[in-house]
């Protein structure tokens, strides 16, 4: 059975920490801009607020007062 050196452990760790980033970076500048933006953004869609309960269609309001 080989002997596993601790030095080649790590370095195969960051030879593939460094790959995933490279092939994550590759991918993302295969999307078109929008999707991207969209996926990054912190702000909350329509649907988004629709999907938690908060927005309210004017036709609700109108009925309610």
Same mark, same amino acid.
């Given at each position: 059975?080989?002997?596993?050196?601790?030095?080649? &452990?790590?370095?195969? !760790? +960051?030879?593939?920490?460094?790959?995933?980033?490279?092939?994550?970076? +590759?991918? !993302? +500048? =295969? !999307?078109?801009?929008?999707? &991207?933006?969209?996926?990054?953004?912190? &702000?909350?869609?329509?649907?988004?607020?629709? =999907?938690? =309960?908060?927005?309210v269609d004017s036709? @609700? @309001?109108?009925?309610?007062?």
């Open positions: 059975m080989a002997r596993v050196n601790k030095m080649s &452990v790590l370095k195969r !760790q +960051r030879e593939r920490k460094k790959a995933e980033k490279a092939a994550l970076k +590759r991918e !993302q +500048r =295969g !999307q078109p801009v929008e999707q &991207v933006e969209e996926r990054d953004s912190p &702000v909350a869609t329509r649907d988004d607020l629709e =999907g938690y =309960g908060l927005v036709d @609700e @309001e109108s009925e309610e007062a």
